[in-house]
C-alpha cells in the first residue's frame, strides 16, 4: 500500500464546545448541540476511522491495519495491534474541567490507560490561556483542600498563549484547556480521563458531571511544577519528543516542498496552517492529493511522498510512534 490515507471525521458533542470547527476551519458541522471534538484518526472498540478516499475507501483503520499491517506499520507490527496514536481537533468555546490521565505505572491498578498528549495551538480569542502542572509549592494535602473549598485555581499553573505556541502534556500532569482555544490534539491511544474538578459546572442534561477525585488523587504528578511551553517559531524543527512519539513542526514558503521518503515508519501529516498537495512517488496517475487546513494523513510505511506548499503553510509531522 502507498497511498496516503485520509479518514472521515468523527465528531463529538460536548458542553464546552462550540462551532469553529465550521467557522475556522470550513467544516459542515452536525446541527445542534455544541462540537467539542473532532476525532480525525482513531482505531478504538468505540470509534473507528473510516477512509474517505482512494483504493481503500470505505474501509476502517482497524480493517487497513489487519489486511494491510506491514505495508502500514511496518514489518512484524502485530495485525491485531491498534494504531498507537489518536488525533484530535479540540474546540474549548468554554473551559474544560481540570482533569488528569494516569500514568503508565498506575494506570493497570486503576483499570485505565495512561495518555501523554501535545496540544499544537491553532487559533485563540484574546486572553485565552492553558492550564497545566500545579503551581510552585502546592502538595498534595493543600490541593485536596482546595478542592473541598473550591479555590483550585490558586493551586494550579496557568498561562496565556498564542498561535502556534504548543505544550507536551505527560500522563500524570493535572490539565485545563481554557475557553477560547482551537487546538490540535496528538495523543496516545487512549480515552481515560479523570475529572478533578468542573468549576461549578453541569453538563447537557442539567446535572452535574461525575468527578473521579481518588483516582486524579492517585494519578497526579506531585513534583510537576510550572511546566513552560514551546513558544510559535518561524522556523522547523521538533516541538514535542516522549516516549509515545515524536512531532516535527514543517513550515514552507509557497511551492516549496518536503519528502517523507519509504521505509521509514508511517507518519502523520497534520495541517495547521495554509495548504497542501501531495502526492505519491514516482508520480502515479492519480492526481495530488489537495490537503486544506485542519487535515490530517496517514502516509504509509511502504510509501513515499512529496508535499507542496499551495499558500505558505505549517504541517506537523507525527511519527516514531511504533516502538
Excluded at 33 to 59: C, L, M, N, T, Y
Excluded at 187 to 196: K, L, P
Excluded at 246 to 251: A, G, P, S, T
Amino acid at each position: 500500500m502507498r497511498e496516503l490515507l485520509r479518514f472521515v471525521p468523527i465528531y463529538q458533542t460536548r458542553v464546552w464546545g462550540g462551532r469553529a470547527l465550521e467557522t475556522v476551519l470550513g467544516r459542515a458541522l452536525p446541527p445542534g448541540d455544541p462540537i467539542g471534538e473532532s476525532w480525525e484518526v482513531v482505531d478504538r472498540p468505540e470509534a473507528q476511522s473510516v477512509v474517505g478516499e482512494g483504493p481503500q475507501a470505505g474501509q476502517s483503520l482497524r480493517s487497513v491495519l489487519e489486511l494491510h499491517s506491514a505495508e502500514v506499520m511496518g514489518p512484524g507490527w502485530p495485525a491485531g495491534r491498534p494504531f498507537p496514536i489518536l488525533i484530535k481537533w479540540l474546540d474549548c468555546r468554554e473551559r474544560l474541567s481540570l482533569q488528569v490521565h494516569p500514568p503508565a505505572e498506575v494506570a493497570g491498578e486503576l483499570r485505565g490507560e495512561p495518555k501523554t498528549e501535545n496540544w499544537y495551538i491553532a487559533a485563540t480569542s484574546p486572553g485565552a490561556r492553558l492550564i497545566v502542572g500545579l503551581r510552585r509549592g502546592v502538595t498534595r494535602e493543600r490541593f485536596t483542600a482546595a478542592v473541598a473549598a473550591g479555590s483550585l485555581e490558586d493551586c494550579v499553573h496557568a498561562f496565556s498563549v498564542a498561535a502556534g505556541d504548543s505544550i507536551l502534556v505527560h500522563s500524570g500532569q493535572v490539565h485545563a484547556i481554557d475557553a477560547g482555544n482551537l487546538i490540535l490534539e496528538i495523543q496516545q491511544n487512549s480515552d481515560t480521563t479523570y475529572r478533578v474538578y468542573d468549576w461549578g459546572r453541569v453538563g447537557l442534561d442539567g446535572r452535574p458531571r461525575e468527578m473521579h477525585l481518588a483516582q486524579s488523587l492517585h494519578s497526579i504528578d506531585w513534583d510537576d511544577f510550572e511546566p513552560a511551553p514551546l513558544r510559535a517559531a518561524p522556523t522547523s524543527g521538533v516541538i514535542a519528543e516522549c516516549r509515545e512519539f515524536r512531532i516535527r513542526r514543517v513550515l514552507l514558503d509557497p511551492g516549496q516542498r518536503f519528502h517523507l521518503r519509504a521505509g521509514e515508519g508511517p507518519r502523520l501529516v497534520s495541517v495547521v496552517s495554509g495548504a497542501l498537495s501531495a502526492g505519491a512517488e514516482p508520480a502515479t496517475a492519480r492526481p495530488p492529493v489537495r490537503l486544506a487546513r485542519g487535515d490530517t494523513v496517514l502516509a504509509p510505511h511502504a510509501g513515499a511522498f512529496t508535499f507542496s506548499a499551495d499558500s505558505a503553510a505549517i504541517a506537523l509531522v507525527t511519527e516514531a510512534f511504533t516502538a
